[in-house]
Every structure is written in C-alpha cells, then in structure tokens.
C-alpha cells in the first residue's frame, strides 16, 4: 500500500461548512496528489505537492485548497462544501518522478447533503 | 491540456479469451503512460506502465503497446481469469500533468 493512509474514510457534512481530509505517508517520498474519482470522469487530479510548502493546481482545483507543512501529510481542504463536492477522495504519492509510478490511498467517500 | 481517450466502457470475455482496451491522447509531449486495475470499492493499482522510449512491455499475462506517431496506446490481457475482473483506466502524463480516461469495465465470464 506504499503506506499511505487516509482519514477519515467515510464522511458525511452539510453544505457550506469546511471539510479537511488528511493524507498520511511513511516513506518520505516528495509527490504527493490529491484525486476525486467520479462516474465516467475517471481520476480528476485537485493539487498535488513536490515538497513542504510547494504545492500547484490541478484539473479541478477550485473550491479546494491543500497544505503540506510535514513531508508526510497532505490535508485537502474543501473551504465550503457544496453537494457537487460529494466524490470518492483519493490521495497518491510517487515513487518515481513527478506523475510516475503513483500509488493510491484507500480513499475518503464524502457526502454533502 | 492533455486529453484521453478510452475504448470500449465495458468489454465482456469468456474465461481465457483475451482483452483488449485501447487509448487516445492528444499532447504529443507526453511520455508516461500507466494503466490501473480497480476493483469494486478499492483503490486503483498500478499494473503496468510504459514510457514514450519503448514500444512495447509484457508482465505475464498483460502488455501495453504504445504508437507514438498515432498516440495512441493499448492494454492486452490474455488467458483471461474472473479475477481480471475490474475497471482498467489508461492515463497519459508529461511533467506537471497527467490526465486518466474514463475508464473500461472488464468482466470475465467463468
């Protein structure tokens, strides 16, 4: 699993509050992303990191933004939930350069009623 | 930015037939092209990928073909087995962009 690990892995919150979903590594490796999967989207890629502090843009960034103060965590955050926010949040680090050989977090299901 | 293509949406095989799902892009410079398995409520796995210096990989049962000129790129799966079973997703990367199709949900009928 690369060891990743996501938190929370299911979360349900009403619309117009702040959602943070938090990804953890153990392996100290520089990339990591941040993905929501929809039907017939595929993986749509939110921001993405290649070091603390340094972070860029993705596809479909608006609505979100992400910090990464430890090499091992990078927290997503959606600064006011809106129902077309409700995804399956995925988290990815690289093993190799930036946008190679990504391996995925288990996933957050977020729900926005 | 870069564009995917995936074809077909759903492929149905007999166990031990071979499959194939095959992908367009649009940005020349791309130059990493993986191909993920996803199984029902799972993560996607990296099950092989290819670079834009080579033509062909095999691992076992799967090979991806890449054709550079015509950009596009392949996944064959032969001899077929239920546990092919899943959603594959193709996706084409160069640099600070990489982009996935919509994925192709392979079932393989025992």
């Known amino acids: 699993d690369a060891g990743i690990t996501q938190s929370p892995r299911h979360k349900v919150t009403e619309t117009g509050t702040p959602v943070t979903l938090r990804c953890h590594q153990t392996?100290?490796?520089?990339?990591m992303y941040w993905y929501r999967q929809d039907p017939g989207h595929g993986l749509r890629l939110i921001h993405y990191?290649?070091?603390?502090?340094?972070?860029d843009k993705g596809e479909v960034s608006d609505g979100y933004s992400v910090s990464r103060s430890k090499t091992e965590d990078f927290l997503l955050t959606l600064e006011s939930a809106t129902s077309s926010q409700t995804s399956v949040y995925f988290c990815?680090?690289?093993?190799?350069?930036?946008?190679?050989?990504?391996?995925f977090g288990q996933g957050t299901r977020l729900t926005v009623v | 930015g870069e564009n995917v293509e995936q074809h077909p949406s759903t492929l149905s095989v007999q166990e031990g037939d071979s499959a194939v799902i095959k992908c367009t892009y649009s940005?020349?410079?791309?130059?990493?092209f993986p191909w993920y398995k996803q199984e029902l409520g799972k993560r996607p796995q990296l099950i092989i990928d290819?670079?834009?210096?080579?033509g062909e990989k095999k691992d076992q049962r799967i090979a991806v073909t890449l054709n550079k000129t015509a950009k596009h790129f392949s996944l064959h799966i032969t001899e077929t087995q239920p546990e092919d079973s899943a959603v594959y997703f193709c996706?084409?990367?160069?640099?600070?962009?990489?982009?996935f199709g919509a994925g192709t949900r392979l079932t393989v009928k025992p």
């Open positions: 990815a680090i690289s093993t190799g350069e930036l946008n190679t050989e990504a391996f």
């Open positions: 392996e100290n490796h520089r990339y």
């Open positions: 990191s290649y070091g603390v502090k340094d972070t």
């Open positions: 940005d020349s410079a791309s130059n990493y």
């Open positions: 290819i670079r834009s210096n080579v």
């Open positions: 996706a084409a990367a160069f640099n600070n962009d990489m982009r």
